[in-house]
């Protein structure tokens, strides 16, 4: 992970975090904190204000990672078709999603506005949705046509999602995540 300062237009990054042993895979960035996953199995969560690292491991490589709206777990994507939700303070798994497929890509997955509802892509052309204290799997949002939903993005205040799938965008509203959950 580079860091550049745009202010001084130097095309040399100002700091570079080199601890991941492969490939970095995503990187979320907050106020004060910066947080990678990596295909070395490891989520690292860097404090820019102390200036620490905290390396979180699992058992699989992790694709994707992104934060609840409370800042206060990790929900992370991991190429064994689980979804973990980790406590960011401790690394401590609170949660494993399960019952899609996701083994071999790069798949995101996100909570709704309200982090009521976990949401990942999977690889057999849907989303699934899980109900994020019961971790049962509440709904299905099917792509028709496509193999491998990859990207996904919730809107942070409205109940609407934003899916990619080899090529295409769809915009989901309301009514048809309702729809979807129910059959």
């Excluded at 995503?26 to 620490?52: E, F």
């Excluded at 979804?83 to 303070?89: E, G, H, P």
């Excluded at 609407?160 to 989901?172: D, H, M, N, Q, S």
Aim: hydrophobic share 35%; aromatic share 4%; proline share 1%.
């Amino acid at each position: 992970v580079k860091l550049w300062d745009f202010k001084s237009r130097s095309k040399e990054a100002i700091q570079v975090l080199d601890e991941a042993k492969d490939s970095v895979s995503s990187v979320v960035v907050s106020d004060q904190q910066i947080v990678s996953a990596s295909l070395d199995c490891s989520v690292r969560s860097y404090d820019i204000r102390k200036g620490i690292m905290n390396c979180d491991r699992t058992d699989a490589s992790v694709s994707n990672v992104c934060l609840t709206r409370d800042g206060q777990c990790l929900l992370i994507s991991c190429l064994n078709n689980t979804v973990k939700l980790l406590d960011k303070s401790n690394g401590e798994v609170l949660a494993i999603y399960t019952g899609h497929s996701n083994s071999k890509y790069r798949i995101d997955s996100c909570l709704t506005d309200n982090d009521s509802v976990v949401l990942s892509g999977s690889e057999d052309g849907s989303v699934h949705c899980w109900s994020l204290i019961e971790t049962t799997i509440i709904g299905k949002i099917g792509h028709d046509m496509h193999r491998v939903v990859h990207s996904l993005s919730s809107h942070p205040s409205a109940n609407r999602l934003l899916t990619a799938a080899e090529g295409f965008i769809y915009l989901w509203s309301n009514e048809d995540i309702v729809k979807e959950e129910e059959t």
